[in-house]
């Protein structure tokens, strides 16, 4: 069973590919609102890196096991042509990973040499939608350190999560908008459902690395579910996870610069062969800094 504690923790490797979207911000001073959107100028670039860590407690029998896990990356970013007709083509190349484990089985580190310097591609509009997908089929299958198998599906699948939906019309300071997301993300043959709720908040505008920006607080709510095989095992899972964060956008770059989040999870893995439900609790925490070129 302390296997299947290594291989039951879903999506970590999320946090290694969390996406900077671009939000255009232009201040009315007469109305003192905010517009938003993700519009890119013709040969944007910039480099984005997350460090992300992450712990997971898993009861199996009366027995507590701690997963600890560290990561980072470094992607960069740039448009293919600016933003036209509300599209703006992105290519992301991907050019440092890195991910270790610490587990009462041992300590492990996930090898990305085989995605280094490999290029992917994705049209995003000004509202965030996500479409025309290329390159994501190539990425090379590998194994993580708690033991998944992560491909360029998976990633894919994830990445509606990395660009938040934004509001259709300029945001005044204290203005709340709610998105509500409904995922459909492919995992070991399978399709695991996830419904989420996100409340954001425009809450002042700060200067943060030495640009002005607006900052924004948001709290969510995820609910994650489905059926899996791991080892020859049926699983069943189901998970809560509640976060919050704070994202600071470079009013005049359009972009945002840094951005932190804490979540914590909460759920179980159900074996229907052996009537056995494994709680976990997962609690992670995840900074992301954007420099530009």
Not at 21 to 36: F, H, I, P, Q
Not at 148 to 153: D, I, L, Q
Request: with cysteine.
């Amino acid at each position: 069973m302390k296997k299947l504690a290594q291989s039951s923790c879903i999506f970590l490797m999320v946090v290694l590919f969390i996406s900077a979207g671009d939000a255009a911000a232009k201040s009315a001073s007469a109305k003192k609102t905010v517009e938003l959107a993700y519009k890119w100028s013709s040969g944007l670039a910039f480099t984005l890196k997350t460090e992300g860590s992450t712990e997971i407690k898993t009861d199996q029998m009366g027995q507590v096991i701690t997963i600890d896990i560290n990561s980072s990356a470094e992607s960069r970013y740039s448009t293919i042509n600016g933003t036209k007709d509300g599209i703006t083509e992105v290519e992301q190349e991907f050019k440092a990973m890195k991910q270790s484990a610490k587990t009462p089985m041992g300590d492990n580190d996930t090898d990305f040499s085989s995605w280094m310097g490999k290029k992917v591609q994705f049209n995003l509009s000004q509202q965030g939608a996500l479409s025309n997908f290329s390159g994501f089929d190539l990425l090379p299958e590998i194994t993580s350190a708690v033991g998944e198998k992560v491909n360029g599906e998976l990633i894919k699948g994830s990445m509606k999560n990395q660009f938040f939906e934004l509001p259709d019309h300029p945001v005044k300071i204290g203005e709340a908008w709610t998105v509500k997301n409904s995922l459909d993300i492919p995992y070991g043959g399978s399709t695991l459902k996830q419904e989420e709720t996100t409340i954001y908040t425009a809450t002042e505008k700060v200067d943060k690395d030495g640009l002005a920006c607006l900052k924004i607080d948001f709290t969510s709510t995820a609910n994650l579910s489905g059926e899996l095989e791991q080892g020859g095992n049926k699983l069943e899972l189901t998970r809560e996870t509640k976060s919050t964060g704070t994202i600071w956008f470079a009013i005049e770059k359009g972009m945002y610069v840094s951005m932190e989040v804490t979540a914590t999870a909460t759920g179980q893995v159900y074996v229907p062969a052996a009537s056995v439900s494994i709680p976990q609790e997962i609690k992670s925490k995840l900074t992301v800094a954007v420099l530009f070129n």
